[in-house]
């Protein structure tokens, strides 16, 4: 059975920084491409970034450099590091996993965690 499960959220005020994590089971995560979305109350769920078999990262425009997608093969984990965090960045971000990089922007990724609330304050 394939689980993604995200971890690393909570409330922060503006300006600072979150790590979340999205561990995997049941799936060889080398083999997948896998990404961040984000949907916030009352909005789409919109595409973050995601980081295809070599490493290679995409992100959505809104990002502007501000966060960071990565991989740790052996322990086959996912990571968002967010920085310069804006109440505007609040939403619930799931990580989700697919056959290449195409599938998983278009959100047509095969498998998908439950989701974990981000807060920014103001």
């Known amino acids: 059975q394939v689980q993604l499960v995200e971890s690393g959220g909570g409330l922060v005020q503006a300006g600072g920084s979150l790590r979340l994590s999205c561990a995997a089971s049941g799936l060889t995560s080398s083999r997948y491409a896998m990404g961040w979305f984000r949907q916030a109350p009352g909005k789409e769920r919109e595409f973050v970034a995601v980081i295809g078999y070599s490493g290679t990262t995409y992100y959505g425009d809104f990002v502007k450099g501000r966060f960071t997608c990565s991989r740790d093969y052996a322990k086959n984990t996912m990571y968002l590091q967010m920085h310069s965090l804006s109440p505007e960045d609040t939403a619930v971000y799931f990580c989700?996993?697919?056959?290449?990089?195409?599938?998983?922007?278009?959100?047509?990724?095969?498998?998908w965690g439950q989701g974990i609330q981000v807060t920014v304050s103001s």
């Open positions: 989700t996993a697919g056959e290449n990089v195409l599938r998983v922007k278009k959100r047509e990724g095969a498998y």
